[in-house]
């Protein structure tokens, strides 16, 4: 229930309501679906995880490209004192 309220809007407790009602229609798929305990936490888990990994997606491609954390430099690129002037001993 808890990773549907970071992904689903709802207010009040109209909205907490209907969430219980979608958690218990989902909860219920999964369980017919299943062909066993672990089968069933298998699923439930992946789908928990498949709606983690859309949503942080759907965030990180609509932040501008530069915000996005993916700078052209690493900070492996940047070079010590030392090190530079071995390179231009070469």
């Given at each position: 229930?808890?990773?549907l309220?970071?992904h689903?809007?709802?207010?009040?407790?109209?909205?907490?309501?209907?969430?219980?009602?979608?958690v218990e229609?989902?909860?219920?798929?999964?369980?017919?679906a299943?062909?066993?305990?672990?089968?069933?936490?298998?699923?439930?888990?992946?789908?928990?995880?498949?709606?983690?990994t859309?949503?942080?997606?759907?965030?990180t491609?609509s932040?501008?490209?530069?915000s996005?954390?993916?700078?052209?430099?690493?900070?492996?690129?940047?070079?010590?004192?030392a090190?530079?002037?071995?390179?231009?001993?070469?």
């Open positions: 229930m808890d990773t309220k970071r689903l809007p709802i207010s009040g407790l109209k909205g907490l309501h209907e969430l219980r009602k979608i229609r989902f909860e219920k798929k999964i369980y017919s299943a062909t066993s305990q672990s089968d069933y936490f298998r699923k439930i888990s992946l789908k928990m995880l498949t709606m983690e859309k949503s942080f997606n759907a965030a491609n932040l501008p490209s530069n996005a954390g993916h700078n052209k430099k690493s900070p492996n690129d940047k070079k010590s004192p090190r530079k002037k071995a390179l231009r001993s070469k």
